[in-house]
C-alpha cells in the first residue's frame, strides 16, 4: 500500500503538526508492506524533492506563507500526479490549500483526514472556507483526533462523530531517556541561568501565549528559557526589557536536541491561550523526561 501524507510543511520545520506527520511518516513506513510519502510546501522559493530518514519528500515551490499558508501552484501540479500513484491520501488540518487540491483532483481516491484543530484566527476565512471543509470531511473514511475534547467543541466534527476516531499523540521515549552526554550538557546550562529554571519551547506565534508568561517572570524568581523562533521574538524580546526581567528570560533559537534542556529544566511550561493549540507535543517529551509540567486548560487538549 502507498500512502501519500500531505501537509503544508514538514521536518526539519520546527512544529508540532509537523511532528506528527514526520512521526506518522517514519512510523509507518516499511511496515506491513506500507510505503508512505510526503507532499508538502516550501515556506518560500523554489520546491525540491529529497529523502528525509528513509521517506521520499515533495516540497512544492511558494511565493510565501499569507494568513499561515504557502501560496503554490506547482503543489496542484503535484498533487494530480502522486495522487495517481498512490493508493490512500492523509492529508492533515488546517491545510485548505490541501482541501482544495483534493476536491477538485482526489477523484475516489481512499481518503483519510488528521484533523488537529480548527480554523481559529482567521475568522472570516474560515467562514468562507467551512463548506469546503465540510464537503472534503464527508469523502474520508476516517477523520483522526487526538481524544473526545476536540470533538466536543469542534463545531465542524460534530456531524462527522461515526468517522472519526481517537488517537492520542505520542513520543519515542528511548529518544528521551536521560545520557550522561545530556545531562553534563544540563550542568552547563544550568550555571548559566539563575535556577530554579523554566522552560518552554514553541513558534513565537500569538496563540502560544509566551507574553503572558514573560510577565509572570516579574513575580517569578527563576530564570526562563524560551526556545524557538517566529514572528514575535522581536516584540517578546522588547516586552522581557520593559518588564525589567531581560537578564532572566533567554532566548535561545531551535537546537538539534531538547534533551539536555529537559534534563536541565526544573519545570516545562506551555502557556497556549487559544483552541490553534492543537495540544503541544513538547509537554509529553518533557514528561518523558520526568520534567513537571504546567500548562493552560483547553478545549482541545
Request: charged fraction near 20%; proline fraction near 6%.
Amino acid at each position: 500500500m502507498k500512502v501519500l501524507e500531505v501537509n503544508k510543511l514538514y521536518h526539519p520545520w520546527i512544529g508540532g503538526v509537523e511532528e506528527v506527520v514526520r512521526q506518522i511518516a517514519v512510523g509507518l513506513h516499511g511496515r506491513d508492506g506500507v510505503e508512505v510519502r510526503v507532499l508538502v510546501c516550501v515556506p518560500r522559493g523554489r520546491g525540491m524533492e529529497e529523502s528525509i530518514e528513509g521517506i521520499k519528500v515533495w516540497r512544492a515551490s511558494s511565493w510565501g506563507m499569507v494568513l499561515g499558508m504557502p501560496l503554490s501552484v506547482e503543489f496542484f501540479r503535484l498533487f494530480r500526479r502522486l495522487t495517481r500513484e498512490h493508493d490512500v491520501i492523509l492529508l492533515h488540518h488546517p491545510f485548505p490549500l490541501g482541501f482544495l487540491a483534493y476536491f477538485l483532483l482526489g477523484g475516489r481516491k481512499p481518503l483519510a483526514v488528521w484533523y488537529h484543530s480548527d480554523i481559529v484566527r482567521q475568522k472570516v476565512t474560515g467562514f468562507l472556507l467551512a463548506p469546503l471543509i465540510r464537503a472534503v470531511l464527508r469523502r474520508a473514511r476516517k477523520i483522526f483526533v487526538t481524544g473526545s475534547n476536540i470533538t466536543l467543541h469542534s463545531p465542524t466534527l460534530r456531524a462527522f462523530r461515526g468517522a472519526i476516531v481517537e488517537l492520542p499523540y505520542g513520543v519515542d521515549t528511548r529518544h528521551f531517556r536521560r545520557t550522561a552526554e545530556a545531562e553534563s550538557e544540563a550542568v552547563r546550562i544550568r550555571e548559566r541561568c539563575e535556577t530554579p529554571l523554566i522552560l518552554t519551547v514553541g513558534r513565537m506565534v500569538y496563540y502560544k501565549g509566551f507574553e503572558y508568561l514573560v510577565r509572570a517572570m516579574r513575580n517569578v524568581p527563576a530564570s526562563l528559557l524560551i526556545i524557538g523562533q517566529g514572528p514575535l521574538r522581536a516584540e517578546l524580546s522588547r516586552l522581557a526589557a520593559h518588564e525589567g526581567v531581560e537578564g532572566r528570560v533567554h532566548f535561545i533559537d531551535p537546537v538539534p536536541t531538547l534533551l539536555p534542556y529537559y534534563c536541565a529544566a526544573d519545570i516545562f511550561v506551555l502557556p497556549s491561550i487559544a483552541v490553534s493549540e492543537a495540544f503541544g507535543i513538547v509537554q509529553i517529551e518533557a514528561m518523558a523526561c520526568g520534567v513537571p509540567v504546567v500548562n493552560t486548560a483547553l478545549p482541545t487538549s
